[in-house]
């Protein structure tokens, strides 16, 4: 199969790439905003691309021609303090993506939506894929992935020999995201060894969420791409993640800290450009509910490799590692390195390049 990938060197599109490479008998093509080294993913036909530029129509287009399927990845988590391009990098993506789709007679997309699209939880008892899909107000990223979700329902109903797929997984993790994520979480100055070295977790101990390993995303992804599988998928791995296990992660003891407390200091901490992860990230952690995957399992026989507590104990170990992959994305982080760039480009939480 023809299968294209926008945001192929992220942290699921690696995940993907490694997947569809090992089966050895698909034609790849990835789209980037930096694309990888020579020599690095010489299985894939690279294009660069900027979702939020007007010339990547044409790339989109010509890329997407004689596809099979397009798998659309593409977002932006940072900077944190520019809702405007993030909005332009995943609202307006996706409408860049979904025309290329429609010029080319592409017969089958599938969208990575989240379960941040979701509307807040009523309990934790978990949710099927009919739950509504209108975000939580307060996360940016919760309202572009609705936003995203309502993209995709104009589009259906207009389109309606295209096949939609939307995968909406949980929290995604695996270790070579490591570097990534301390670039995106953690202040420039703190070494990655210190995630090692956390002596308590003072959260709420009502924060419960689902997560999962990206390579089981990518094994649901390519189930939905050669099953031509249309509609939504959970994804999530069990048991649900807690307060007190992401103590247990770090080795590290639980305590109770009542979720305003927390958000007070997150918000200020934020505006003070101290930290660059924006509060709206906690209060999509608290609002957003537990996935029921029994339609994955039913109609891809899908089902998690890994459990979510490894997945969070090798996320989190590959924070403490520094651990890296191929792409620039996926780079190794260093303090020095970080410095580097805050003093040439400012702060990751205003500069387009993280």
Do not use: C
């Amino acid at each position: 199969m023809r299968i294209v990938i926008t945001g192929a060197t992220g942290n699921v599109g690696s995940a993907l790439l490694r997947r569809l490479i090992a089966a050895g008998n698909h034609s790849l093509v990835g789209l980037a905003r930096r694309l990888p080294e020579p020599g690095e993913y010489d299985e894939v036909t690279w294009h660069a691309a900027d979702l939020t530029e007007d010339s990547s129509a044409e790339v989109l287009r010509n890329a997407f021609r004689e596809a099979d399927a397009v798998v659309h990845l593409a977002w932006a988590f940072q900077p944190s303090h520019d809702q405007e391009y993030l909005e332009a990098v995943g609202v307006g993506g996706t409408q860049r993506v979904l025309d290329a789709v429609k010029a080319a007679g592409v017969p089958h997309l599938v969208h990575m939506s989240s379960v941040g699209a979701y509307s807040p939880k009523r309990d934790n008892s978990p949710v099927d894929e009919s739950w509504p899909t209108f975000g939580v107000l307060t996360s940016p990223y919760s309202q572009h992935k609705a936003a995203a979700e309502r993209l995709l329902d104009t589009f259906e109903q207009a389109e309606p020999q295209t096949v939609v797929s939307r995968v909406r997984p949980g929290i995604i993790g695996q270790r070579s995201a490591g570097s990534a994520l301390l670039r995106y979480g953690v202040p420039v100055l703190i070494p990655a060894a210190a995630i090692g070295l956390v002596p308590v977790v003072p959260l709420d101990r009502g924060l419960t969420f689902p997560m999962v390993h990206a390579d089981d995303v990518a094994d649901a992804i390519e189930r939905i791409v050669l099953r031509k599988a249309p509609g939504a998928f959970n994804l999530a791995a069990e048991p649900p993640i807690t307060t007190e296990r992401i103590a247990e992660a770090l080795d590290a003891k639980a305590v109770h800290l009542p979720v305003a407390i927390v958000r007070a200091a997150m918000s200020a901490g934020w505006h003070a450009r101290l930290q660059q992860v924006d509060p709206g990230w906690l209060d999509l952690g608290f609002a957003t509910p537990l996935l029921d995957t029994s339609r994955a399992a039913r109609e891809l026989d899908w089902s998690p490799s890994v459990d979510a507590t490894d997945v969070l104990r090798e996320t989190l170990t590959g924070m403490r590692d520094a651990a890296s992959d191929r792409t620039a994305v996926l780079r190794p982080r260093t303090v020095l390195g970080q410095v580097q760039r805050l003093l040439r480009r400012g702060p990751i939480s205003r500069r387009r390049e993280p």
